[in-house]
């Protein structure tokens, strides 16, 4: 299996009450999510994107939420503004830096922290459009004109990061090394014809 080491810059938690999420020096997870989190549970209600019908209630594959710096970068560079996007303001749990490509991880890769703790990676995290109102109301252009409501999810397409579950519980410290380990299909499960 590959492995990618990487650095969490900041880690976060809670709610600010407007999508976005409190910068915290350490964060600890359990299974069921991060602790003081508004999306720890094993469940969730469904949302308009999901395959259930709306109101079933579902596995939370939702536990967590990463950002990477580079990715952050060059949304901020699509979108024209002045200010750095940052996983605060996004509502992100995890900031890494060296991940240039974390919204492309497949799904069954582990992040695993020098407490022990791991965090699997259940999908990317597409654009929403109520991020993109909030963006749009606090953020201005380098050119000086509006942003748009719909810059966001135009900028963040397949570069938004990626959400998962807790597969070991333990604490995650900004600055920690965290060790990526991509997931690869197993060779009996690839069909040889």
């Known amino acids: 299996m590959k492995e990618i080491i990487a650095q969490v810059i900041s880690v976060h938690a809670r709610s600010n009450g407007d999508l976005g999420k409190e910068e915290h ?4 997870v359990e299974l069921n999510g991060i602790i003081g989190d508004r999306h ?8 308009r994107s999901d395959k259930q019908p709306e109101g079933s209630i579902r596995r939370n594959e939702r536990q967590w939420s990463a950002v990477s710096i580079e990715e952050l970068t060059e949304i901020q ?17 995890l900031c890494f830096q060296g ?4 919204s492309q991880l497949p799904k069954g890769t582990l992040l695993k922290f020098p407490s022990g703790a ?20 606090i953020h201005n252009t380098t050119s000086g004109n509006p942003l748009t ?13 990626v959400v998962g579950i807790v597969e070991v519980a333990g604490e995650i410290n900004a600055g920690d090394e965290v060790t990526i380990v ?9 069909p040889t014809n």
């Open 149 to 161: 409501t719909t810059a966001f999810s135009k900028a963040a397409k397949l570069t938004r990061g």
């Open 118 to 137: 791991e965090l699997m990676v259940e999908e990317y995290n597409p654009p929403c459009h109520d991020m993109g109102k909030k963006l749009a109301s």
């Open 99 to 102: 991940l240039p490509k974390l």
């Open 77 to 93: 560079q699509k979108m024209g503004i002045k200010e750095p996007l940052t996983a605060a303001s996004l509502g992100a749990n």
């Open 182 to 190: 991509i997931y690869e299909t197993p060779s009996y499960l690839i």
């Open 25 to 28: 020096p350490s964060i600890q």
């Open 40 to 47: 720890r549970s094993y469940i969730r209600g469904t949302w």
